[in-house]
Antibody
């Protein structure tokens, strides 16, 4: 069974940092591109960042470029999102997702709250 | 960046109704468009890729069409399990961008 489990969320003050992790099981992780997608509770979806299977291609939404960094460790079947200089409008559920253009699978999401 | 605009933002319909929704791109995205369905309390699920190619297991009452800047998702006969929010996503250019969603509500 394919599973994606996010961790590392929580409450952080504006200007602070958090590192989200996503652990993948049930499939060959290194075969797939991965994405982070976020959703403010009750609002729409926002694609945040994506990374190719080999980690050599990355892309970011304008709203997070220069502040967030996506990475992966295929040996650990893990995806990461380093979030720096966090702002109140970064508050959202963050979903780890496999291959959202194809054989998609999503984690259950983890809440990041940026508040003083 | 390419902006995606969905309309309507919400539609009220009854079981058995035909429902259509539109996604418009600010620039030509050929057919680099995906539709997702998200039910309340659930994660999104991909329905259709390449504007009209179905994900395996998606009921045939769902259909997609369009190219360039205008795309349509149609549900031919609405079922109770179809009440959800539908999002389009363009992957023609980075950054990928979602539309704001169309919520299909029970009339």
């Amino acid at each position: 069974e394919v599973q994606l489990v996010e961790s590392g969320g929580g409450v952080v003050r504006p200007g602070g940092s958090l590192r989200l992790s996503c652990t993948a099981t049930g499939f060959n992780f290194e075969d797939y591109g991965m994405s982070w997608v976020r959703q403010v509770p009750g609002k729409g979806l926002e694609w945040v960042s994506g990374i190719l299977w080999n980690g050599f291609g990355t892309a970011y939404a304008d709203s997070v470029k220069g502040r967030f960094t996506i990475s992966r460790d295929n040996a650990k079947n893990s995806l990461y999102l380093q979030m720096n200089s966090l702002r109140a409008d970064d508050t959202a559920f963050y979903y780890c997702a496999r291959d959202i253009l194809g054989d998609d699978s999503w984690g259950q999401g983890i809440l990041v709250t940026v508040s003083s | 960046d390419i902006q995606m605009t969905q309309s309507p933002s919400a539609v009220s319909a009854s079981v058995g109704d035909r429902v259509s929704m539109t996604c418009r791109a600010s620039h030509d995205i050929t057919n680099f468009l995906v539709w997702f369905q998200q039910k309340p309390g659930e994660v999104p699920k991909r329905l259709i890729s390449a504007s009209s190619t179905f994900q395996s297991g998606v009921p045939s009452r769902f259909s997609g069409s369009g190219s360039g800047t205008e795309f349509t998702l149609t549900i031919s006969s609405l079922q109770p399990e179809d009440f959800a929010t539908y999002y389009c996503l363009q992957h023609h250019s980075s950054p990928w961008t979602f539309g704001q969603g169309t919520k299909v509500e029970i009339k």
